[in-house]
């Protein structure tokens, strides 16, 4: 025995209610999926509707670049100059950057003024490197590669957020 249902669905769509009537046939105990029709009172309004509720950093199409440390040596020790200016592109903590950072690098460190002091010295290519590794694990994200993302912490665990496509992944440091 075959019977033809039709069923009505409502729903919100940024905030536009939208009926799907759609068709299914039930046959011994399984629905099978025949059709679907949508009523829209206009395709180009809900259209524009859309791009208005688009946040204004995921409109821009800028590329986003890491910056290149700047390094002064005294004696064994080395400086970032321009740590201030890759806080501020990155958009992180700059006490969250510093302890991952100094960890990857293995060595002591700290802020002095608009600086970041480490023990030791290392070369540019290296600190890049891992300047290009933090990028990726915290401030890019995994779906859309863009760094419109914010960092939380549930438990011992964190996340990442982005606020450009609604992606969260958890972190897992490699």
Same mark, same amino acid.
């Given at each position: 025995?075959?019977?033809?249902?039709?069923?009505?669905?409502?729903?919100?769509?940024?905030?536009?209610?939208?009926?799907?009537?759609?068709?299914?046939?039930?046959?011994?105990?399984?629905?099978?999926?025949?059709?679907?029709?949508?009523?829209?009172?206009?395709?180009?309004?809900?259209?524009?509707?859309?791009?208005?509720?688009?946040?204004?950093?995921?409109?821009?199409?800028?590329?986003?670049?890491?910056?290149?440390?700047?390094?002064?040596?005294?004696?064994?020790?080395?400086?970032?100059?321009?740590?201030?200016?890759?806080?501020?592109?990155?958009?992180?903590?700059?006490?969250?950057?510093?302890?991952?950072?100094?960890?990857?690098?293995? $060595?002591?460190?700290?802020?002095?003024?608009?600086?970041?002091?480490?023990?030791?010295?290392?070369?540019?290519?290296?600190?890049?490197?891992?300047?290009?590794?933090? $990028?990726? $694990?915290?401030?890019?994200?995994?779906?859309?590669?863009?760094?419109?993302?914010?960092?939380?912490?549930?438990?011992?665990?964190?996340?990442?957020?982005?606020?450009?496509?609604?992606?969260?992944?958890?972190?897992?440091?490699?």
């Amino acid at each position: 025995m075959i019977w033809r249902l039709g069923k009505t669905v409502e729903f919100l769509y940024f905030n536009t209610k939208i009926f799907f009537h759609y068709n299914t046939l039930y046959n011994q105990g399984k629905y099978k999926f025949t059709g679907m029709t949508m009523d829209i009172y206009d395709y180009e309004k809900l259209l524009e509707k859309a791009y208005d509720e688009v946040p204004e950093n995921v409109k821009r199409m800028d590329r986003f670049e890491i910056p290149k440390v700047e390094l002064r040596y005294e004696g064994k020790n080395t400086f970032i100059t321009n740590f201030s200016k890759i806080i501020n592109v990155l958009n992180r903590n700059e006490r969250h950057f510093l302890g991952v950072f100094l960890k990857k690098v293995g $060595t002591m460190g700290e802020i002095r003024g608009q600086m970041l002091f480490m023990k030791g010295k290392y070369k540019p290519e290296v600190l890049n490197r891992l300047l290009e590794d933090y $990028t990726k $694990t915290y401030v890019l994200c995994k779906i859309c590669n863009r760094p419109d993302t914010l960092l939380s912490k549930e438990g011992k665990k964190q996340y990442l957020t982005c606020t450009a496509c609604g992606n969260r992944a958890e972190i897992t440091e490699s």
